[in-house]
């Protein structure tokens, strides 16, 4: 069974242009969470999807900052337009139910120059 | 403010030299605190589920426990294939989204 590919594994983009980062959930999840590691830091809550319904995007920081779930399968981050402190590693995971545990793609380290 | 906190930073162990690592946590009501385990360029490796206090799991070298405000995950006689960064997570009433820490660095030499 494949698990949760993020593509790409590596971005990096001048300030101001725009990126999308994806991610293919385990099939068969309904649950889509997007994280983000900052250099230094722990790694922090972005938003959940259940299906394609945002269930909490309180962790989204700003409005450049555009998840979609179309479909309810697999989900795209999209920053526009990048900033110097958007750079970081962004981690996808997916979960069966919703209390059960979360398994996490590789990241995907964006780098913003 | 929940929070997770995990100690130490870094640890340095001898082969088979055993050893525990600590996460405490405060939340307002614990759904479930999660041990992951990440190697570098890699992504978190889901390792334990705990969901009450007294509750222990066993896999291999690893065991970990939970109390009502910290849980310890304990290695005995690791090997240099243990090294790797050791995340702590939880999940509070109301929300499923992990609350983390910022996880040991553990490196075991040959």
């Known amino acids: 069974e494949a698990g949760v590919t993020q593509f790409p594994s590596h971005s990096v983009i001048e300030k101001g242009q725009t990126v999308t980062l994806r991610c293919d959930p385990i099939?068969?999840?309904?649950?889509l969470y997007w994280y983000r590691r900052v250099m230094g830091k722990e790694i922090k809550f972005l938003l959940h999807?259940?299906?394609?319904?945002?269930?909490?995007e309180s962790g989204m920081p700003n409005n450049r900052f555009l998840a979609e779930r179309t479909g309810g399968t697999y989900s795209t981050l999209k920053v526009q337009p990048a900033e110097l402190e958007d750079s970081g590693v962004y981690f996808c995971?997916?979960?069966?139910?919703?209390?059960?545990?979360?398994?996490f793609g590789q990241g995907t380290r964006l780098t913003v120059v | 403010e929940d929070q997770v906190t995990q100690s130490p930073e870094a640890l340095r162990l001898q082969e088979g030299e055993s050893s525990s690592l600590n996460c405490s946590y405060t939340v307002s009501g614990l759904r479930g605190l999660f041990w992951y385990r990440q190697d570098p360029g890699k992504g978190p490796e889901f390792l334990f589920t705990?969901?009450?206090a007294g509750e222990e799991k066993e896999k291999e070298r690893l065991k970990a426990t939970l109390t009502k405000k910290e849980s310890f995950l304990h290695i005995t006689a690791p090997k240099p294939e243990d090294s790797a960064t050791y995340l702590c997570a939880v999940r509070t009433s109301g929300t499923y989204k992990y609350i983390f820490g910022t996880g040991t660095r553990l490196k075991v030499l040959a």
């Open positions: 705990l969901y009450s």
């Open positions: 995971a997916s979960t069966g139910g919703q209390n059960t545990e979360a398994f």
């Open positions: 099939s068969g999840h309904d649950n």
């Open positions: 999807f259940v299906k394609e319904s945002k269930q909490d």
